[in-house]
T-cell receptor, first 114, second 111 residues
Framework: SAVISQKPSRDICQRGTSLTIQCQVDSQVTMMFWYRQQPGQSLTLIATANQGSEATYESGFVIDKFPISRPNLTFSTLTVSNMSPEDSSIYLC???????????FGQGTRLTVV | GESVGLHLPTLSVQEGDNSIINCAYSNSASDYFIWYKQESGKGPQFIIDIRSNMDKRQGQRVTVLLNKTVKHLSLQIAATQPGDSAVYFCAENTDTDKLIFGTGTRLQVFP
């Protein structure tokens, strides 16, 4: 299984500001995924990030709000832009397993917007 | 730290008993189904998966059952232990290779 590290693990931010979350994987992976988990809720896919191409966003998520970078096969960032209290969530980075079925997750970034 | 799953359905079991967690999925074209365990302050952890051409798969102390007729998935945990306390999510790997997560169930184990 892949080891995934996310930074920061948590943050409290002022509304209107932006936060960039980093995801580092200990092996090269083709696809990386970003999820949001709102309080008391399940996980919702934000976007899929492939190296060398623009991220693919799910319905309800747009690049201006959640810009993603994928500069190489082991790293990605997700930025939460112009934050509001509704953006308070856990944001999770994920990669596919070797069998391209199961996914492995980082520990998440717990964001609180005040 | 803050708990995941504050408003999720809760299953309470006594230590040593068996637990059964259920999940309904939506996409009949999904080809893999996966169970995850999420402890407070951590990301989801893979437990076990099952292909759509199977109806049962066993792991260590866990069994997953798949009923495609009614689009139902269950996770059975034998001899539940305090360390099993967590939120459990099912997920389906759809025909577009995306994971769709179920709503989750919080398992509480009491002595």
């Amino acid at each position: 299984s892949a080891v995934i590290s996310q930074k920061p693990s948590r943050d409290i931010c002022q509304r209107g500001t932006s936060l960039t979350i980093q995801c580092q994987v200990d092996s090269q992976v083709t696809m990386m995924f970003w999820y949001r988990q709102q309080p008391g809720q399940s996980l919702t896919l934000i976007a899929t990030a492939n190296q060398g191409s623009e991220a693919t966003y799910e319905s309800g998520f747009v690049i201006d709000k959640f810009p993603i970078s994928r500069p190489n096969l082991t790293f990605s960032t997700l930025t939460v832009s112009n934050m509001s209290p509704e953006d308070s969530s856990i944001y999770l980075c994920s990669v596919e397993g070797a069998r391209d079925t199961e996914a492995f997750f980082g520990q998440g970034t717990r964001l609180t917007v005040v | 730290g803050e708990s995941v799953g504050l408003h999720l359905p809760t299953l309470s079991v006594q230590e040593g008993d068996n637990s059964i967690i259920n999940c309904a999925y939506s996409n009949s074209a999904s080809d893999y189904f996966i169970w995850y365990k999420q402890e407070s302050g951590k990301g989801p952890q893979f437990i076990i998966d099952i292909r759509s051409n199977m109806d049962k798969r066993q792991g260590q102390r866990v069994t997953v059952l798949l009923n495609k007729t009614v689009k139902h998935l269950s996770l059975q945990i034998a001899a539940t232990q305090p360390g099993d306390s967590a939120v459990y999510f099912c997920a389906e790997n759809t025909d577009t290779d995306k994971l769709i997560f179920g709503t989750g169930t919080r398992l509480q184990v009491f002595p």
